[in-house]
């Protein structure tokens, strides 16, 4: 297959397995080896992207000049690769995930949920290969909007109210700020094509481009910089897969993907180095990992808890991103991959704790390692990962970002990064140390017959608790990307 | 005979129209109207291909030469505005038969489809005529006729808002009449062409400026431009649905374009925007009409109504890139003439759809109606994220447009407030959408799908809203080389 094939099949194929989806709703088991199936094959066909990637051919494919000088085109670069890699792995094993957990879960209305988690895929895929900021942003927005049906899942009061939150700040953010900011370079560079090393540089005055690039971290709401990270713990609503699907497959990481990209190929490091509001924009993500951290301390509620997690791990890579050297890109690429893997674990086992034990609540699963030690053992890794020691693919990561803020000279930033681990430690591994070496509460009302999460879902979470572990042993492709992204 | 393409575009529905009053057949009348209707089509692809290039038509009227004889000048900027309307008649037209049987009382349909018609062919003869006088009639033959469509409308405020918008629209009429006779005056002249020649000559009596002022606030008027739109809510709310989506597709439009030919054609741009600045209440005025009026849209009960000043909110944004006064904003402008009448024109088809089945367009009742009538519900969602300007759509193209013409005069805090005008958009747009995909349906209440005869037409313009959004360049092409006609630069 040639390249140009591979991205065009790489955004369609999810949408026409959306449509089959939708076809063979009445048929559960086929129905649901749909995105299996295409989900596998997508993740292969990405992975041949790999060797074009290496021999640094320029593959860009317009499919439509939408207005004169601004077309709907995808294109391959390294960054793109490795987002797609990640969201085509996990798109298969989350919905593995999702048919034990819908089905042990009773939830109705399956069909179309897994025909927009499908869609949603392709839209993500488009981001990932988009070519230039037009394109990114119409993915963006489409992604937006396809997971709405998602967050409101349950069609409920408070699924309403997630609803309004989730579209009010991820399409107020988008339109009031991104996409002035993509009209605004339009108009004073002439291009809105992904260039490396950017196109933005000399093209008007600092002030301007220190507005643009404010304007672009605070406008894609996804990456979930605070004051715009509500709608993430408000998405908690949904069923678990969707948190899933929010926190590591597709939408928070298009969020993080595109400040990278647009610190990478709009800006370009050299100019995000030399503008004055970088630093102050590293700050803020600084301040969005601490208090991000903080506030995971505060929840009870698991999946609250993990939801403040991902806002802090989230500012990571924004911070990655601020640091404006090459380090710092690596470390945010790679923290895309390792996060990811690290929470969706984390998540799967809570949705696993709430389909076989019907816990939501910390302070209530103690003892719970005993009757589900594997869903407790998994969850201890994905941990691992996310505060970032080994053995988790997460210590990689990390250890680039710290060498990234050494390299700009920011030991504040350093020692930020430093607390916010200590604090996951805290915060993260309560949860398996209780549930393995505390007693259960006296007065639990817990049935005795509890055990472990029906075999997709303990299957799907020992796939990514593996990929975890593995991912410390070899990061592989993704830093082997994140490498060829920042050399010239 | 297309040598008199011009003439014909607007004499054939002239013909048809009493045509349909006499036959007193629904069906035969239904047909004639589509008959005119696409007739008009025809003629306007016919013109606008003529034109695209940057060429003029002119044409003179019984063979009288201009300035003594009427004279019907098209190029690229009308031709485009013919098009607009011609195209929006010949899907509403079709679409109209269903809803029409249901809204409007059997004995008189075929009344009604004359009178459709005939504000069919005003809304043309406005747009093609280069004299001013003929403005005027055609202005008077369509808005007479757009009177007695809205009385139509089953409830009875429709007759307190036809009368409403014949008082306003009659004042609006009366200050452009009176715009004209002075320059007639001044000038002695009635032809466009003619009058942009002799008026520089008397541009500094006290005659002139009033009589732009006259004008100005005449087409205002019959524009609805804030805070002169008060007619629109309720002409809207309670008109046949048929009618309100073809009017509030196209009546506005060709308002706008009348505007557009005297203040850049027979004023002159210089004129306008440096002696008279006439920017300077433009401007503020589009700004507070995308606000306000999008504030007032979102808290309306009734989806029609909604509609109605989410469309003073949508002129506000043709009049703010008119304001700009550069062929960016003019481009920006007329590309959301044409953006916004397929916009809107889906969103009141498909109330219309919601009407036909439910018999209420007011918010409670589209409980549930994402399920039973998914194909109408989807059809509003597209065309609602239009409004919004979401990517893929043509709303977006104009936002983009608009957006970069602010940015280009340097009013970046412009395009801030239009952003901050899509947000309201989502707003009220997102209301429905809860209401009709969350909420759960009341039983038993029989409610399907709407037929196809209105589902088709319907779908017809959502499929436009996609497709002008995905491939805009024939619009944007179109849309530029009618602005730089506008603003006399010749590329």
Known sequence: MSPVTVILAAVLLPVLAAGLVLFLGRWPNLREAVPIATGTALFAMIYSLM???????????????????????????????LFALVASFLWPVTTLYAVGYMRGHHEENQTRFFTFFAISIGAAMGVAFSANLFTLFAFYEVLTLCTFPLVTHHQTEEARNAGRIYLGILLTTSIAFQLLAIIWAWQVAGTVDFVRGGFLEGTASPLVLNVLLVLFVFGVGKAAVMPFHRWLPAAMVAPTPVSALLHAVAVVKAGVFTVLKVAVYV???????????????????????????????????????????????????????????????????????????????????????????????????????????????????????????????????????????????????????MVSSLLGLVYLLEVPIRAFFSPPPPDSRRPDDVHEAPLPVLIAIGITATATVALFVNPGPFHELMTLLVTP | MSD?????????????????????????????????????????????????????ISYALGG??????????????????????????????????????????????????????????????????????????????????????????????????????????????????IGIGLMYIMTGTLNMMDLSERLPAVMDTRAI??????????????????????????????????????????????????????????????????????????????????????????????????????????????????????????????????????????????????????????????????????????????????????????????????VQAALAAGLWWVAALVMVGSLMAVIYIWRVVEVAYLSPAPDGDGVAEAPLAMLIPLWVLVAANVYFGVNAGLTTEVATRAAEILMGVTS
């Open chain 1, 51 to 81: 060797d074009v990637v290496r021999s640094g051919e320029v593959v860009r494919y317009s499919l439509i000049e939408v207005v004169p000088g601004v077309d709907l085109a995808l294109h391959i670069e390294p960054l793109g690769v």
């Open chain 1, 267 to 417: 800006f370009g490091l050299d100019l995000m180095g030399e503008l004055a509001v970088t630093p102050w924009l590293a700050w803020t993500a600084a301040a969005t990992i601490l208090i991000g951290s903080l506030v995971a301390f505060t929840k009870d509620n698991l999946k609250a808890r993990l939801a403040y997690s991902t806002i802090s791990q989230l500012s990571y890579i924004v911070l990655g991103a601020m640091l404006a050297n090459a380090y710092g890109i690596i470390g945010g690429g790679m923290h895309i991959a390792m996060h990811a893997f690290g929470k969706i674990t984390l998540f799967f086992a809570a949705g696993a704790i709430m389909v076989a034990a019907h816990e939501k609540k910390i302070s209530r699963m103690h003892g719970l390692g005993r009757t589900m030690p594997f869903t407790f053992g998994a969850f201890f890794i994905g941990s691992l990962s996310i505060i970032g020691v080994p053995p988790a693919g997460g210590s990689w990561s990390k250890w680039y970002l710290g060498m990234g803020t050494m390299e700009a000279g920011q030991v504040g930033l350093l020692a930020v990064l």
């Open chain 2, 4 to 56: 008199h393409l011009p003439v014909l575009l607007v004499v054939v529905p002239l013909i048809a129209a009493p045509i349909a009053a006499l036959i007193r057949s629904v069906r035969l009348s239904w047909l004639i109207a589509c008959g005119a209707s696409w007739w008009a089509l025809y003629a306007a692809w016919g013109l606008l291909s003529r034109v695209r290039g940057g060429e003029v």
């Open chain 2, 64 to 177: 009288w030469p201009a300035p003594y004889g009427i004279e019907y000048r098209v190029d690229a900027v009308n031709a485009w505005v013919i098009l607009i309307v011609a195209a929006i008649a010949s899907v509403a037209t079709p679409y109209a038969y269903q809803s029409v049987r249901r809204e409007v009382e059997s004995d008189r349909v075929s009344l009604f489809y004359s009178a459709w018609i005939l504000c069919l062919t005003g809304l043309l003869g406005i747009s093609v005529t280069g004299d001013v006088f003929n403005v005027f009639v055609f202005l008077e033959i369509s808005s007479l006729s757009a009177y007695a469509l809205i009385s139509l409308g089953q409830d009875r405020r429709a007759l307190t808002s036809a009368y409403q918008y014949l008082i306003m629209g009659s004042i609006g009429a009366t200050f452009i009449v």
């Open chain 2, 209 to 402: 400026p009033v009589a732009f002022a006259f004008l100005t606030v005449g087409f205002s008027l019959k524009l609805a431009l804030f805070p002169l739109h008060l007619w629109l809510p309720n002409a809207y709310t309670f008109a046949p649905s048929a009618v309100t989506a073809f009017i509030a597709a196209t009546a506005t439009k060709v308002a706008v374009y009348m505007m557009l030919r005297f203040f850049f054609t027979v004023f002159g741009a210089a004129f306008a925007f440096d002696v008279m600045q006439v920017d300077l209440i433009l401007l503020p005025l589009a700004l507070v009409a995308i606000l306000s009026t999008s504030l007032v849209a979102i808290h309306q009960q009734n989806v029609k109504r909604l509609l109605a000043y989410s469309s003073v909110a949508q002129i506000g944004y043709m009049i703010l890139g008119v304001s700009l006064a550069s062929v960016a904003g003019l481009t920006a402008g007329l590309l959301h003439l044409f953006n916004h009448a397929l916009m809107k024109g889906a969103l009141f088809m498909a109330m219309g759809c919601v009407m036909y089945r439910v018999g209420s367009v007011r918010i409670d009742a589209m409980a549930g109606l994402g399920k039973k009538m998914p194909w109408t519900m989807a059809a509003f969602v597209v065309g609602g994220l239009s409004i919004i300007g979401v990517p893929l759509t043509v709303g977006f193209i104009s936002k983009w447009y608009l």
